[in-house]
Structures are given as C-alpha cells and as structure tokens.
Nanobody
Framework: VQLQASGGGSVQAGDSLRLSCVGS????????LGWFRQAPGRRREFVAR??????DYADSTKGRFTISRDNAKNSLYLQMNSLKPEDTAVYYC???????????????WGQGTQVTVSS
C-alpha cells in the first residue's frame, strides 16, 4: 500500500492550495481517509477526515478547508482557502479500515507534503 501526497508549496497568507493524495494497493472506497499536519516542534495534529458518509474538521480548519475524495481515481483532496501562517506544516494523508477512525487509528500514511504560509 502506498499513499502519495502532493500539492504543497509556499504561499502568502490568504492564498489557497489544493493538496492531493493518490493511493495504490488499496481500494479507496473501503477506507476512511484523513489529513493530518505536523509543524516543527509540535505534535502531529488532525486536520480533516472523510468517511463514506461524513466529513469532520478540526476547529482550526473548519470553514476554510474542504476534504473530498474520488474513489474512482483512488484520490483524496484537501482544498485549503484563506491560509494563515499557523497552517504552515508538513501535511500527511492517511487511510483507515475503521469506519470512523480516531486520530490514532489509521493504518497507512503518506510521506507528507510541505505547506508554508508567509505573512
């Protein structure tokens, strides 16, 4: 199983970015999918989750970020709008066989993509 995240970059505050994650070796439709991020010196934190029927967001990203999936393409996306400097982090995609996984219940992780937001 492989998850490949991409789409990160360096942007200004207020800009938008769209992250993508492509999976291989697994059937996306059978998994709950999530985005996490880790800033330097901080713990990895939950960003958003999408299951077969629900979408959930961290309070810090709600209203600005949108998670979506395309099972036919084995792809996961994160549309990030109104970016802030505090969104700067390495962003990871993850997949879980659980229907509603907690933050520590993901089975597979991507390699991460760097997002840097300057003020």
């Amino acid at each position: 199983v492989q998850l490949q995240a991409s789409g990160g970059g360096s942007v200004q505050a207020g800009d938008s970015l769209r992250l993508s994650c492509v999976g291989s070796g697994l059937t996306f439709s059978s998994y709950a999918l999530g985005w996490f991020r880790q800033a330097p010196g901080r713990r990895r934190e939950f960003v958003a989750r999408i299951t077969r029927s629900t979408e959930d967001y961290a309070d810090s990203t709600k209203g600005r970020f949108t998670i979506s999936r395309d099972n036919a393409k084995n792809s996961l996306y994160l549309q990030m709008n109104s970016l802030k400097p505090e969104d700067t982090a390495v962003y990871y995609c993850a997949a879980s066989q659980r229907q509603y996984p907690g933050a520590h219940q993901y089975d597979y992780w991507g390699q991460g993509t760097q997002v840097t937001v300057s003020s």
